[in-house]
């Protein structure tokens, strides 16, 4: 593993664990977490080094946020949006849009969200039922968004909304200040990932100018598509191979540490061995494969969109049964939460509905392996 996942791991050991059990106990926003990661130059990691970034790409992303998700899927999660967003900016922001959200970032610690699911269109949500009228120079727009991950702490949300141009959309910066933008904070009550916000967001009457816009008028589904596409779906991939991977960590010491009377351990049955081997094999492949993804996806390779799909279904699933598994390791102390795995379990289930979804991608993967067209 390269540098940025060996300095991800001793960074989460340091700012993350000490928070990652009462991020999920209280539901709480791993502000802590969030001020060390712009102190050691985390949140910056993928914007350009003319900006006073590091200017990192696809696989530097995918290595933080393993890193982290081996400690605290919440924070690797909030994370890896942060970082999709920045990305936005990067290839299609204009230079005063760049320049303003990206020296917030570098020298304020400031961070990014995505605000593009809804109600409606739910895990489509490149297809937006937000309006946007057009007066001169300036944007009204009134929707409302339906989970928002690090709602009211991030300083930036992207927003997906209709263009001029029929039928097409584009991708806007609201800053966290702006008039008529709201968060439903109480409706945020998700079964894991709970420490990440992921609220609705209220736009009412929120108006912009058009410095605002990501990109050329109507660029918002080239955006989605070529950009945050890889690196949102390679970051999930990310996310849960590192839950996978922590569930390993968790049940093989669980089960190496529990003695019964006669002084064996659980590691001495060899039901256990065979369950300990199935989520390590598990949790290794998602990990390689979202390795491999991102490597692809980073040199443009013609196999990258089909392996980056395969590596984040993959992932997603993998977590799922590695929690499984492991909740039978843990026995009863697992089920008395004396251990985290039902924790893990918890946020792990947030991976098959993320959008695009678990299931949505298999119909996408299985198009771009026979060339049919994607959505
Ligand atoms: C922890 C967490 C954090 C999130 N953070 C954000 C965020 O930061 N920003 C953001 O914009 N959104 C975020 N979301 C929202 C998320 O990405 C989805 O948009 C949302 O979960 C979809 O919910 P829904 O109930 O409307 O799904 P629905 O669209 O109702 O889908 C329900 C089920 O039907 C399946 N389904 C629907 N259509 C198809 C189809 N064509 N083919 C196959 N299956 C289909 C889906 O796979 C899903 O399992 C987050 C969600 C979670 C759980």
Redesign the pocket.
């Known amino acids: 593993m390269n540098q940025v996942y060996q300095e991800g791991k001793v960074f989460a050991k340091s700012y993350i664990e000490p928070f990652t059990e009462r991020t999920d106990a209280e539901s709480r926003f791993p502000e802590e977490s969030f001020k060390a990661l712009a102190e050691h130059g985390f949140l910056k990691l993928l914007v350009p080094e003319a900006y006073g970034g590091s200017g990192k790409g696809l696989e530097a992303h995918a290595e933080a946020c393993l890193a982290f998700a081996e400690t605290c899927a919440t924070t690797a999660?909030c994370y890896m949006?942060h970082n999709v967003a920045v990305m936005c900016l990067v290839t299609h922001g204009s230079e005063e849009l760049k320049k303003r959200v990206f020296a917030d970032i570098v020298e304020n610690g400031k961070f990014m969200?995505?605000?593009?699911?809804e109600?409606g269109?739910?895990?489509?949500?490149y297809i937006t039922e937000t309006t946007a009228e057009v007066n001169g120079e300036y944007t009204t727009f009134n929707g409302k968004?339906?989970?928002?991950?690090?709602?009211s702490y991030a300083s930036y949300y992207l927003v997906l909304a209709p263009s001029a141009e029929e039928g097409k959309i584009n991708n806007w910066v609201f800053p966290l200040a702006s008039e008529g933008l709201s968060f439903g904070l109480s409706e945020w009550n998700?079964l894991?990932?709970r420490g990440?916000s992921?609220c609705p967001v209220n736009i009412d009457h929120v108006t912009l100018d058009s410095t605002h816009r990501i990109g050329a008028e109507g660029s918002g589904q080239e955006q989605v598509f070529n950009v945050v596409a890889p690196f949102f779906i390679t970051g999930l991939g990310a996310i849960y191979s590192g839950t996978a991977m922590h569930i390993f960590e968790i049940a093989s010491g669980h089960a190496s540490g529990r003695k019964y009377p006669d002084g064996r351990t659980l590691s001495n049955i060899e039901t256990i061995q065979i369950h300990i081997g199935s989520i390590y094999k598990q949790a290794s492949a998602a990990k390689a494969l979202t390795m491999e993804a991102a490597r692809a996806g980073a040199n443009g390779e013609a196999d990258a969109l089909a392996k980056i799909l395969s590596a984040r279904i993959f992932a997603s699933e993998a977590a799922i049964e590695c929690g499984r598994l492991a909740m039978r390791v843990g026995g009863g102390k697992a089920y008395n939460k004396a251990l985290p795995l039902e924790r893990l379990l918890r946020d792990a289930y947030?991976g098959?509905?993320?959008?695009p979804?678990?299931?949505?991608l298999?119909?996408w993967l299985g198009k771009a392996l026979t060339g049919q067209m994607i959505p």
């Open positions: 999660l949006m969200a995505l605000a593009y699911s109600f269109t739910g895990t489509h949500f968004k339906s989970m928002v991950t690090s709602a998700g894991g990932m990440n992921s947030a098959q509905i993320m959008a979804s678990a299931d949505v298999t119909v």
